[in-house]
Nanobody, 114 residues
Framework: QVQLVESGGGLVQPGGSLRLSCAAS????????MGWYRQAPGKQRDLVAR???????WYRDSVKGRFTISRDNAKNTVYLQMNSLKPEDTAVYYC??????WGWGQGTQVTVSS
């Protein structure tokens, strides 16, 4: 079973930046499309961005131009660079393969507030 450990969240003011990291155990990481998901209080968990094994990417409209997903297969790590953060980006952020199927990690809290 792959284990996922997210990190890099925190409290940031509107317009600020954060870089999230997700480390995955196991040697099969490079074969999968990986994604970042987020869940705000009282809402469902949604896919925010994904990156295929060939590095093609997709973003949901609300984060296009502000977020960048990348991966380092040698380190079994996927990243999410988040710029121009908005209060509506506040959520717990998780990574998983796309579609999800591995056990969820603990997530990392991102709070955007002045």
């Amino acid at each position: 079973q792959v284990q996922l450990v997210e990190s890099g969240g925190g409290l940031v003011q509107p317009g600020g930046s954060l870089r999230l990291s997700c480390a995955a155990s196991g040697s099969i990481f490079s074969l999968y499309t990986m994604g970042w998901y987020r869940q705000a209080p009282g809402k469902q968990r949604d896919l925010v961005a994904r990156i295929a094994s060939g590095d093609s990417t997709w973003y949901r409209d609300s984060v296009k131009g502000r977020f960048t997903i990348s991966r380092d297969n040698a380190k079994n790590t996927v990243y999410l660079q988040m710029n121009s953060l908005k209060p509506e980006d506040t959520a717990v952020y998780y990574c998983n393969k796309v579609p999800s199927g591995w056990g969820w990690g603990q997530g990392t809290q991102v709070t955007v507030s002045s």
